[in-house]
């Protein structure tokens, strides 16, 4: 790609050809398993933002990336150890079938982990300020 996306859909768009396909499934994955999930672009390539990130993902010369790394799952990241590359980023190569479930396990999982975060922030700022009395 040679310039930035400024959308999901000029991502997908400028992408070569034979991962076309693939994005656009894993899109339709993702946002179908995260629907309220804002999508963007962020770090250069498609982004779900729910309480946070819930997925990056990108095209590849030879694989599909998927950000961040998975974890709070045990049985999810054994599934995920074929796929793993550095720092725990998952690398789904283009030439076998994507495994949609996997990436759908991924946002849902996210999701839950994300919002339970944002509940407990919550909380711990309601704890806070519910001490303090008016002078």
């Not at 933002?49 to 974890?71: N, S």
């Amino acid at each position: 790609m040679t310039s930035d996306p400024g959308t999901v859909d000029e991502y997908i768009a400028a992408a070569p050809q034979h991962a076309r396909t693939i994005l656009q499934e894993i899109r339709q994955v993702v946002r179908a398993a995260a629907p309220d999930a804002e999508e963007v672009i962020s770090y250069k390539m498609p982004t779900l933002k729910q309480h946070g990130v819930l997925i990056h993902y990108g095209a590849f010369k030879h694989h599909i990336g998927v950000f961040p790394p998975v974890a709070g799952d045990a049985t999810l990241e054994r599934a995920l150890e074929p796929y793993a590359g550095p720092k725990g980023n998952l690398r789904f190569p283009m030439d076998r079938p994507i495994p949609l479930s996997l990436v759908r396990r991924i946002v849902k999982l996210r999701l839950e982990q994300n919002i339970a975060r944002a509940s407990e922030k919550s909380s711990r700022s309601k704890r806070k300020t519910s001490g303090r009395g008016i002078l």
